[in-house]
C-alpha cells in the first residue's frame, strides 16, 4: 500500500464499510472469543457485506485450517469460504518454502493448520528431531499440545537447524479468559537454546504479503483488537486500522501507545464498520471529538463532554 501512515485517530466521512473495499479482520477478540461470536458481530458483519465490502479473516492462530475457521464462522452465522480466511501457518509456510528445498522434511510444533499449509507448498511435515528436518516450525496447538514437542522443537535448533515461528502472540482471548498464547510457548524453546526464530505472523511483512496477496485489496481497512499485532501489522504496511475494544486492549493501554500502536480509528466493537468516523480537531490545549473533549493532565487525562 503505498499511502502515508496515519498515527493518530482520524475522521471518515463515510461508514467505512463504504470507505474501504476490504476488512481484514482479526477473529480471536474481535468476531469470535473462544467458540462463541462477539456481540454485535454477526449482524455488523453482515451489514458491512451487504454494502458492497469484502471481508477476508486474518488470524496469527495457526491450529486449524482456513476450511475449518470458515465452517466455524458460518456455523456463527457469519458465512465464509476457506478462501476468505487467511492464517499464519500459510504465511510462515510460504516463508520456510523460499528457504528450503522443495519436499523437505519439516518438524512440526503445533497443530493440523500448520500440518496442511506446509503440505500445500509442497514439504513434509514430520514429528521427530530424527527424521532429519531442514527446518523447525512453532504454531498455536492448543492447550493439548505435550511438553514433549517443545523438546523435539529444542533437540533440532540446537543442531542448528533453522526455526520459524507462525506468530509470538504471548496471549490469546477464550470464553474463559486470557489464556497463554503461541509467543508463550515459542518462549521455552528460545530460553532452552538462545537460538531466535524467523517469525511470519502479524506485526511482520510476511503476513501481511500473505493477505494482500490472497484478497488482492486495493484499500483495505484492517481491524484488530491487538496494538501489538494488528495496529502494529497496519503501520508496518502502511494501510489504516480499526481498533475495537472486545479483545485485550483497553483504554489505559490505548492511551499509552507508542505511534507504531496508534489506531486509525477506535471503536468499541464491530459497529464501528457501519458508521462514519467524528473528526478529532485542536481545541485549546487539548482535543475536540464529536461530543467530547481531551486534555492532557499530570499523569492523566481529562475528558470532558455531553
Request: some cysteine.
Amino acid at each position: 500500500m503505498s499511502q502515508g501512515v496515519r498515527t493518530r485517530p482520524e475522521g471518515s466521512g463515510q461508514a467505512l464499510s463504504e470507505a474501504y473495499d476490504t476488512a481484514l479482520l482479526d477473529l480471536d477478540g474481535v468476531v469470535y472469543a473462544g467458540g462463541d461470536a462477539i456481540a454485535h458481530a454477526v449482524d455488523s458483519l453482515a451489514a458491512a457485506r451487504d454494502g458492497g465490502m469484502r471481508l477476508a479473516y486474518v488470524t496469527n492462530n495457526a491450529l486449524r485450517t482456513p476450511d475449518a475457521v470458515a465452517a466455524h464462522l458460518t456455523e456463527l452465522g457469519i458465512p465464509a469460504a476457506g478462501s476468505d480466511v487467511v492464517t499464519s501457518a500459510q504465511a510462515v509456510a510460504r516463508l520456510i518454502a523460499d528457504q528450503v528445498p522443495a519436499g523437505a522434511r519439516v518438524l512440526v510444533v503445533g497443530g493440523e493448520g500448520l500440518r496442511v499449509a506446509l503440505r500445500e507448498r509442497g514439504l513434509e511435515p514430520v514429528e521427530s528431531a530424527d527424521d532429519d528436518p531442514a527446518a523447525v516450525v512453532q504454531g498455536y496447538g492448543g492447550p493439548e499440545l505435550p511438553w514433549g514437542r517443545f523438546a523435539e522443537a529444542c533437540y533440532a535448533v540446537r543442531r542448528g537447524v533453522p526455526w520459524f515461528a507462525s506468530n509470538t502472540d504471548l496471549t490469546i482471548p477464550g470464553a474463559r479468559g486470557i489464556a497463554p498464547g503461541n509467543g508463550a510457548a515459542v518462549e521455552v524453546v528460545r530460553i532452552a537454546t538462545n537460538a531466535e526464530p524467523q517469525v511470519a505472523g502479524k506485526p511482520l511483512p510476511p503476513m501481511h504479503r500473505e493477505t494482500i496477496l490472497r484478497t488482492g485489496a486495493k484499500r483495505p481497512l484492517v481491524v484488530g483488537d491487538r496494538l501489538d499485532t494488528d495496529i502494529e501489522g497496519a503501520f508496518n504496511g502502511g494501510v489504516d486500522s480499526l481498533l475495537v475494544l472486545t479483545g485485550v486492549t483497553d483504554g489505559a493501554q490505548l492511551l499509552a501507545a507508542p505511534p507504531r500502536h496508534r489506531p486509525t480509528y477506535v471503536d468499541a466493537d464491530l459497529r464501528g464498520l457501519l458508521t462514519g468516523q467524528p473528526e478529532i480537531t485542536r481545541e485549546g490545549d487539548g482535543f475536540r471529538c464529536g461530543g467530547w473533549t481531551a486534555s492532557a493532565g499530570e499523569d492523566r487525562l481529562d475528558l470532558a463532554g455531553d
